[in-house]
């Protein structure tokens, strides 16, 4: 391990991603058919879209947990498969509670029966800001602790690639801008793919926003926020694009309510 | 403080059990006084000392068998999923059957040593160590099996970084019941057929209208018991200590 390494613990290759044709069934109800987005190298995509649209299974199924159904192809863009290249990250932040926070963030070597880097975890724990809190117990950290660990974990693994599910809805508003800010700065040479529910969100993070609606093949052309990230909460722009997207979410919902009832 | 409360319950009790003698004067071949008991248990020390060591052997032994057996059996169940429905049916047998009925089987099989003895315990133990342990391991949170698998991880290094640890609370719990049971298999054991033990010489004592030495080993029994759960509740209690303690109605 070098200096070099210390200093930037990320992967060598930036790699990006693209979902053709997938689709998505729970048992006779169809939520996604025919859809296909692309996740460029390095950059923050995000699936927007409310409960129960299929984002979270969409997510599992790009990383390798769920069998991808019918047509569905997800290829890297180097074209090579996609497994061994994701690092997944849970609205909950899965720390076992066995173990302190160093060996949780070391948990893939420990799963892999590799030796674990403890330079390098307790690196990446200063970046994320708990360096002090490398050997408290999980049951001895704060929700932002835990999830800052959370983070931690996920960049440990040095995959090009992050697919992240609601990573920051269990936080307080507060913690959670500081989470987003602090994940926009880590993950910077990172591809994130994000599944999130709050527009909000979506827009102070992403640079690619598709939204999801009750539509099965979405059509519509993403949405491109202007500007860098993490976008300034404040900003009226930021204001009006939230207010568009609700309007086609809760359109949307209207439309499929009344066309079953 | 906490460690002083069980015996300021057994001090209590013995107050309690000798008020009730004197005051209501009950024959001593009937209910002795604890003080006559001590007595004897300090008279016959020695006697008492061998029986209790043979019973002491039973239930370890016993608790070892059935703790390997049960682990082994929940590990089997929880790792492959055809073996769980051949596993499962012998599991439920196990428990459905009286160990009181098998007792004499055993006596016959094994004769009047120490082997059935410890086979009645093993049988009794098995069943809640095998119950607890394989719930545990089935009820592993989902997200740490994602979040492994993402990372790479076989199946048997899932099996034993995450499914393992996780389920060793329920196996806590579990071995915590077995060691509460267990001398019950090693006394009904001795009962049925025996020349040795603290179960073997409570019959002896009471053919011979003996009570107070009855009561004697009676109550080496219950120290013996109790001891046995502390020191395996302390031990458990080392191995979950991460697990926050929520549990108002703990013993110690």
Request: hydrophobic share 50%.
């Amino acid at each position: 391990m070098t200096a070099a390494d210390l200093n930037n613990p990320t992967p060598s290759e930036m790699l990006g991603l693209d979902v053709r044709n997938a689709r998505l069934a729970w048992g006779d109800a169809v939520l996604l058919d025919n859809f296909s987005f692309a996740a460029a190298a390095g950059s923050w995509t995000c699936l927007l879209g409310e409960s129960g649209v299929g984002k979270s299974t969409l997510l599992r199924t790009i990383a390798g947990l769920i069998e991808p159904v019918g047509s569905t192809e997800i290829r890297a863009h180097d074209g090579t498969e996609l497994h061994a290249r994701v690092a997944y990250m849970a609205q909950q932040d899965l720390l076992l509670p066995w173990l302190s926070a160093i060996e949780n963030v070391a948990l893939g070597a420990r799963l892999r029966g590799e030796r674990a880097d403890r330079d390098r975890a307790l690196d990446i724990l200063a970046r994320a800001g708990v360096a002090e809190r490398a050997n408290a117990l999980p049951s001895e950290l704060s929700g932002g602790e835990r999830q800052r660990v959370a983070l931690a974990r996920t960049l440990m693994e040095q995959r090009p690639i992050v697919l992240m599910d609601e990573p920051f809805s269990a936080l307080d508003a507060i913690t959670r801008t500081r989470l987003q800010d602090l994940a926009v700065e880590l993950l910077a040479t990172r591809t994130v793919l994000m599944v999130t529910h709050d527009p909000f969100e979506a827009l102070r993070l992403a640079d690619t926003i598709f939204v999801l609606t009750d539509d099965t093949t979405p059509t519509d052309a993403p949405i491109v926020p202007p500007g860098p990230t993490p976008r300034d909460p404040t900003d009226p722009a930021l204001r009006d694009s939230h207010r568009s997207i609700m309007q086609r979410l809760t359109h949307g919902t209207a439309r499929a309510t009344g066309g079953r009832a | 403080m906490t460690y002083l409360r069980p015996l300021i319950v057994f001090v209590g009790i013995l107050a309690a059990w000798q008020a009730i003698v004197s005051v209501l004067a009950i024959a001593p071949f009937i209910l002795p006084s604890p003080l006559a008991v001590i007595d004897v248990a300090i008279e016959r020390a020695d006697t008492i000392a061998g029986h209790a060591l043979v019973t002491l052997s039973e239930i370890l032994l016993g608790l070892l068998f059935g703790t390997l057996l049960g682990t082994v059996s929940a590990l089997i169940m929880a790792y492959f999923r055809s073996a769980r429905a051949w596993v499962l049916p012998v599991l439920v047998v196990s428990q459905a059957v009286p160990v009181f009925a098998l007792a004499p089987v055993l006596v016959l099989w094994f004769g009047y040593g120490i082997a059935p003895k410890v086979a009645m315990a093993t049988l009794i133990i098995y069943f809640p160590v095998t119950a607890a342990f394989y719930d545990g391991l089935r009820r592993t949170e989902p997200g740490w099996i994602d979040l492994a698998r993402t990372m790479g991880a076989s199946k048997a290094a899932i099996l034993r970084q995450i499914r393992i640890p996780a389920a060793l609370p329920a196996f806590a719990s579990g071995l915590r019941v077995a060691a509460a049971v267990a001398p019950i298999g090693a006394v009904v054991g001795e009962w049925v057929g025996s020349s040795a033990g603290l179960g073997y010489y409570m019959l002896l004592m009471n053919g011979r209208v003996q009570t107070d030495a009855m009561f004697a080993a009676l109550l080496v029994l219950a120290l013996l018991a109790v001891t046995i759960y502390f020191i395996i509740d302390a031990a458990l209690r080392r191995l979950v200590s991460w697990q926050a303690d929520m549990d108002p109605a703990s013993l110690t």
